[in-house]
């Protein structure tokens, strides 16, 4: 059997292909996020600036494309499910703590910003904190980071969660002030 | 040391510990020693020492003190061996050596054993460490990140070090070792976490693993086999560690051996508990899930069990089977008995036949609203149905709660007065279960609760129990749970600490208070009394709240939440305006 298309047919036809494809990506829609990325710390490097800037602010960027947003009722109440269903409420109860720090005063050990919260999920930290890279879909990891900062009272209260469908153990997340002045919104 | 030496002194601490009233007269070498953390093989935390009575206990006073550089909870007991006391100190586990026959009981050397700090996330009742054992010169403890150490109880040097898990994978060591002939026995925790729990047994010489026997799965990996003969026929069947549970569960099924172990050498017996069920949530896993909330007797050369029996089968409420039990011989219904005391977390007090594992009785120390006690004929406990944990369905008044009327804080048996000294606690629990995932390194548990006291009832008991009438001979109350460990002496006297800072003695007889000294923080470890080789009876006690009773202060949580720490937090919510974190020694004598 023979090949019909040269070696130059096949490196046009390539050619052809690659330059029809950002035209695809444009039209994409993308309904299904992929469930757990590769690797999101070398996107989230990819996106950020050597240059000195405001801290984690490629992690902001990645946030956003994450579809991280704390103003959302849906993303917080999401993150509230999974804050249960991935097992941070045996360390961290409702917020007040246990084997793990306490998530709703002023304290920040690894930092409050979203980005910090999302890494400390995914990395986990040295003190006892694992890594849940690999076993948390992205997307739902900045749910969770976003409800985590709700526990403080970091997000706008209207969109809050606002009752519990178990044992009431804290102040519902939309009731809780921050504890800093810079916090308040 | 030579058998035979160790056989005499073996005897001797029987005769002074069990049968005998022991006078000041035995504190000879190593009568006035304290080796292990229950001081004997019989667990019974009773030191013959008679220096310091109830007439003199009044003018007690501060000795030395020395810091531990630590600031979670301090639960061990210092060790106390060849003119030395050495003490393990909470998270990362510093071990400290104090040379006692030095006027200034200097320290003779430090050891750092360097865990890994990740550990930490996995260890659910703060980061303790209930103390170390000697043994022939050698100093053995364990560290949270699963390592056992040996060291030369002389110099400090490492002699070997041997790693018994993963701590990824929700694993942990906290438990004092005991060490029967040539053998280290040591236990994990971790059934909060969903681990599968084990005994093992380690050469003393080399830390080679010699066997191990886990508390779930076929009769082969729980070391059931030919001499296996439990005393009720629901533990009698083929793999019922196995059977008992929903499919695959017991290789997450907890039963961790992270509480006392006691040995009898007569009947060649290591007796030891093992741990609540994993998840917490019962309604995951139907069956008696066997052999967690257990109790297990074991020749220790193999470490094939003799009997076993379930304290709490299918275990509802985290109750736990790994409290202590005290090997005592008692004459009951007229004839004497060689039994072991087991109060366990479910609020009843054990009187058990330790050679055939019958239940000669078992009474409730504290109020039980779980359950009807013990049917003599099955040896089954009797559940009350209407305190079955439910998915989305809060279920009230929970006593004892998942605390246990009594936890980790052993007590002590006075051979003189024939009681038994429970520090303990009076809380119950409202819960409610939720479906859990099992995700390695994580909590396992499916359980949300929030602790209180009884209405009109203080938080920490401390009951002296008479086990032969089956009835307590007095009780004294403190505002919070007793976490520490109790002491009793020859001079008729118990000790225990107070998670506000109050170091206490009272009359063995009576309860009678007669002396306190204000730690700096509340003490939840384990009080000894040692002689000090100058003539003096000395009593010693760590300081350093935490343990879960403690994790409010020691971990800094946040009291508007009732759920933190797995719900003690609603109970304990006064606890940091009581005290502050910090972990010290101190050590007291007569003037």
Redesign the interface.
Known sequence: MSFACPRTCVVAGLAALVSALPGCEREARRFDPVPIAPDARSRADALTSFAAGPPGRGMTERAAAGGYDERNAYVLAQGKRYYRWFNCTGCHAQGGGGSGPPLMDAGWIYGKTPGDVFTTIMDGRPNGMPAFRGRIPEEQAWQIAAYVRSLSGLVPDDAAPNRDDSLLGAPPENLREPARPEDKR | MSTHVQVMRYVRRLIAGVFLPATAAMAASGAGDWPTAAHDDAGTRFSPLAQITTANVATLRLSWSFSTSTDKGEEAAPIVADGTMFVVTSFPHRVLAFDLASPEHRLRWSFDPRPD??????????VVNRGAAYADGRLFFCTLDDQVLALDARTGKELWRRKLGDY?TGQSMTMAPLVVRDKVLVGNDGD?FGVRGFIAALDAATGQERWRAYSTGPDADVRIGSAFKPFYASDRGTDLGVATWPPEAWKIGGGSVGGWLSYDAQLDLLYHGTGSPAPGNPVQRPGANKWTSALFARHPDAGDAAWAYQTSPHDRHGYDGSNESVLVDLPIGGQPRHVLLHPDRNGYLYVIDRATGEVLSADAYALVTTAHGVDPATGAMRSEPSKEPAI?R?VREICPGSAGAKNWQPSAWSPRTRLLYLPHQNLCE???A?E??H?G?????GM???MHAPPGAWRGVLTAWDPVGRRKAWTLEEPFPIWSGALATAGDLVFYGTMDGWFKAVDARTGRALWKFRTASGIVGQPIAFSGGDGHEYVAVLAGVGGWAG?VVS????????????GF??AMKDLPAATSRGGMLYVFRLP
């Open positions: 700090p990740g550990a930490r996330g996995v260890a659910c009742c703060d990824a909060a989305d809060v409202d819960a409610t939720f859990v995932s995700i390194g994580t909590p396992y548990i949300e609760a929030k994790l971990n800094d949580l946040d009291t508007r939440d009732g759920t933190a720490a797995r937090v609603a």
